[in-house]
């Protein structure tokens, strides 16, 4: 009987709680050593960003000296996409043959020589060639940069730091706009030529301090460096038992036993022609989900027109009733400022609220913005007068949009397509994203000027307003959620097309049931 009372007592008596059952397990630091890492490889999208934003300024002294007509604008602004071609995926290749750091060093080189052929140009036929060497460098680092920052980041912080990509792009983009305001204080032919040759300076640093990064852990891996891969998870991961995981991980992806334990060890020979190609052209519905999303994200980036504000702002503002050059370029410097600015609060969300709420919130505020805009700039085009309220609100919705575009679509667009690939086809995946990427730049950039004749400013604006529309449909039903996710766990998420609808369709069936 005592037994038994004893018994009923332990029974009847709630354990006591203590206050650590309560609090929440603590977040883990983030690691300062991936940071940095991820910092210095993303600096190498400062030479776009620079790049993109000192030609639309250097363009008003270039068309005076040179006299070179609207067409021939347009193609010496936008012609620096399709030389990115060459770079990107040259960049796939080659940061599979020598590396991920020593490919940032290489795009830094090519850059230097192409800023300082821009700096010496002394005709159109030049310039072009100096356009030419400096897009090759740009698509070597728009390739290498988010693949290195994805595969050095823990998971806690990857959407943190493979956000910083677009981060320096927008740096640039704020770097090239003062520039161009700067340097417009020179005389004519010295100016211009000041604002395209100052780009090489960014270049040489950025290469020197490259030689002092980590290699990639997932390359090392791939080249059988077990050692050197486990030393660097080390450094850049949250806790040991995240480095052990994340080399598990890297080494059954690559087909090497987990429970090796050798510094170097061979590895089966891959292909980088026939095997890839043959996972690209029929791939698994894994794969073919991830490239149509990678590639998808890039195509509608640029599609809603971002390149037009970048590399047009000047004749926009314009456009929209502002005729001093020093007032222009001023209203460009606040263009990059609002984008740096906004870019930066999203580095602090990604990994908060997620990627698609960002996305899905970004691409709605940019319509708003895009046709706000339109309507603006339709009014002042028909307009005898100059009403002042409407170019107050062109100049608000140019700001808005550049600014929905920098917390959400712009940082999310590398984010993801960076991170959701397959290992084994990450660097030509990344290639092809980025290839389309500039494609559709290179049409964007070089067809505004002649829309603008076509269909009007604000047309033109209604346009794009109409690709920001399609992109929100494919962003909501084609892109699962990622965050949380480790690299090697992200095909799992992906191969059913209809996920979004499948999911809909089932609640709606679980809801008629009741």
Known sequence: MADRRTENNAISEP???????????????????????AALASMTSVLLGYDFAVISGA???????????????????????LYCLIGSFAGGRTSDWIGRRYTIVVAQAIFFAGA???????????????????????????????????????????GF????????????????????????????????RMMLGAGGVPAIIIGLLAFGMPESPRWLVMKGRLGDAKRVLDKISDSKEEAELRLADIKRVVGISE???????????????????????????SVRHTLIAAV???????????????????????????????????????VGFTKTMFILVATFLLDKVGRRPLLLGSITG????????????????????????????????VLAYVAFFSIGVGPVTWVYSSEILPLRLRALGVSMAVAVSRVTSAVISMTFLSLTKWITTGGTFFLYASFAIASCFF????????????????????????????????QQNEEAAM
């Open 15 to 37: 354990q006591k709680s203590t206050t650590v059952d309560f609090d929440p397990p603590k977040k883990p630091k983030k690691n300062s050593y991936a940071i940095a890492c």
């Open 59 to 81: 363009i008003l002294y270039i068309k005076e000296e040179l006299k070179i007509t609207d067409v021939e604008v347009e193609i010496l602004v936008g012609i620096l996409n």
């Open 116 to 158: 300082i052929l821009m700096g010496f140009a002394t005709n159109y036929a030049f310039l072009m060639v100096g356009r030419f060497v400096a897009g090759i460098a740009v698509g070597y680092g728009l390739m290498v940069a988010p693949i290195y920052t994805a595969e050095i980041s823990p998971t806690s912080s990857r």
């Open 161 to 192: 730091l493979s956000s910083f990509t677009e981060v320096f792009i927008n740096g640039g983009i704020l770097l090239g706009y003062v520039s161009n305001y700067a340097f417009s204080k020179l005389p004519t032919h010295l100016g211009w």
């Open 259 to 285: 429970d090796c334990t050798d510094d170097v060890v061979p590895v089966p020979k891959q292909s980088h022609g026939k095997d890839m190609w043959k996972d690209i052209l029929h791939p698994t519905p």
């Open 296 to 334: 998808g994200i890039h195509f509608f980036q640029q599609s809603s027109g971002i390149d037009s504000i970048v590399l047009y702002s000047p004749r926009i503002f314009e456009k929209a009733g502002i005729t001093s050059t020093n007032e222009k370029l001023l209203a460009t410097v606040a």
């Open 366 to 397: 940019m319509i708003i913005s895009q046709v706000t805009l339109g309507i603006g700039l339709t009014i002042i085009e028909k307009s005898d007068q100059k009403l002042m309220w409407a170019v107050a609100l062109c100049i608000a919705m």
């Open 475 to 506: 962003f909501y039903f084609m892109l699962p959620e990622t965050q949380g996710r480790t690299l090697e766990d992200m095909e799992g998420l992906f191969g059913n097309f209809g996920w979004k609808l499948s999911k809909l369709k089932k």
